[in-house]
Nanobody
């Protein structure tokens, strides 16, 4: 089992920045994809950004150029740097790790005021 713990959410004004962290309880060689998804009230959960085990990154169209995903393999941690935040970025952000199983974190709230 892999547990994912997110941190770094909060309230920020439009145009501001936040950095989210997702720490995995242990390193798992079976994890193929790790990254971030988000869900706004009344909307479906959507891709924000992911890393594959080969190092390929993938971003949702609405965050390209503003968000950056990175990782620290030594710490089993994935980060999401969010810049130029907009009110429409307001959502619960979830960390996800996909391998033999599909793991989700508990989510962290990001709220962007106009």
């Amino acid at each position: 089992q892999v547990q994912l713990v997110e941190s770094g959410g909060g309230l920020v004004q439009a145009g501001g920045s936040l950095r989210l962290s997702c720490a995995a309880s242990r390193r798992s060689i079976s994890i193929n994809v790790m990254g971030w998804y988000r869900q706004a009230p009344g909307k479906q959960r959507e891709l924000v950004a992911t890393f594959t085990s080969g190092g390929t990154t993938n971003y949702g169209a609405s965050v390209k150029g503003r968000f950056t995903i990175s990782r620290d393999n030594a710490k089993n941690t994935v980060y999401l740097q969010m810049n130029s935040l907009k009110p429409e970025d307001t959502a619960v952000y979830y960390c996800r790790a996909i391998g033999l199983n599909d793991y989700w974190g508990q989510g962290t709230q990001v709220s962007v005021s106009s």
